[in-house]
């Protein structure tokens, strides 16, 4: 088995990536969704983040206030470490997540961890990789995406790219990096192209 990181920049088209690996065969874990999960109504973290940030955190039906959050942990008046402690909550049960989630496909060829914060926690994480791969685009097309797309404000898209990693800490990372502005066929091809070559691998072992 061949195990890959996959990670880019918020907005950076590291989603439409890891769909196309998808369609090829890869098993995917995705830590958007184990992160949704171990935060949803009856999720492990849940307790915790109120424990730890108040019941503000949560709405008035009991789920969590995901604006709110974002506002206290990558707003610009976010109180220092605020991110760190959710991180304390969220991280281990999350890596334990993903680790069922693998363990649920012994037979793939390559199994893609589709992790956004990849560089600020691969030397923390209970994974290594054969292959790390960001994907990219510059900042001003990534702020017009959210913007366009997510409902934000420039302002809080900004916020949101100030509090991850930046461009050169993720290459620094990755032996491949795939850029979201050229042609999606283009880009289709080069994932395609690092595909096989990851099957390929798997194959010699």
């Given at each position: 088995?061949?195990?890959?990181?996959?990670?880019?920049?918020?907005?950076?088209?590291?989603?439409?990536?890891?769909?196309?690996?998808?369609?090829?065969?890869?098993?995917?874990?995705?830590?958007?969704?184990?992160?949704?999960?171990?935060?949803?109504?009856?999720?492990?973290?849940?307790?915790?983040?109120?424990?730890?940030?108040?019941?503000d955190a949560l709405t008035a039906d009991g789920t969590l206030d995901r604006a709110w959050m974002a506002g206290h942990v990558f707003?610009?008046?976010?109180?220092?470490?605020?991110?760190?402690?959710?991180?304390?909550?969220?991280?281990?049960?999350?890596?334990?997540?993903?680790?069922?989630?693998?363990?649920?496909?012994?037979?793939?060829?390559?199994?893609?961890?589709?992790?956004?914060?990849?560089?600020?926690?691969?030397?923390?994480?209970?994974?290594?990789?054969?292959?790390?791969?960001?994907?990219?685009?510059?900042?001003?097309?990534?702020?017009?995406?959210?913007?366009?797309?997510?409902?934000?404000?420039?302002?809080?898209?900004?916020?949101?790219?100030?509090?991850?990693?930046?461009?050169?800490?993720?290459?620094?990372?990755?032996?491949?990096?795939?850029?979201?502005?050229?042609?999606?066929?283009?880009?289709?091809?080069?994932?395609?192209?690092?595909?096989?070559?990851?099957?390929?691998?798997?194959?010699?072992?």
């Amino acid at each position: 088995m061949i195990r890959i990181g996959l990670t880019g920049g918020i907005a950076a088209g590291k989603s439409t990536v890891s769909a196309r690996l998808r369609e090829l065969g890869a098993a995917i874990v995705d830590y958007d969704a184990l992160a949704h999960a171990v935060v949803a109504p009856g999720g492990a973290a849940l307790p915790a983040i109120v424990a730890a940030f108040g019941p503000d955190a949560l709405t008035a039906d009991g789920t969590l206030d995901r604006a709110w959050m974002a506002g206290h942990v990558f707003g610009a008046h976010a109180e220092p470490g605020a991110r760190e402690r959710l991180d304390a909550i969220e991280h281990p049960l999350i890596y334990r997540a993903a680790a069922d989630v693998e363990s649920a496909h012994p037979d793939a060829a390559v199994v893609v961890h589709d992790v956004p914060l990849l560089a600020e926690v691969i030397d923390a994480m209970p994974f290594r990789f054969d292959h790390v791969v960001t994907v990219e685009a510059p900042e001003d097309v990534r702020i017009a995406r959210m913007t366009a797309t997510r409902g934000m404000t420039r302002g809080q898209a900004a916020d949101r790219i100030r509090h991850q990693s930046t461009r050169a800490e993720r290459e620094s990372i990755a032996d491949a990096v795939v850029d979201s502005t050229q042609p999606l066929e283009r880009m289709f091809e080069a994932v395609d192209r690092m595909y096989r070559q990851w099957e390929a691998e798997a194959a010699e072992r």
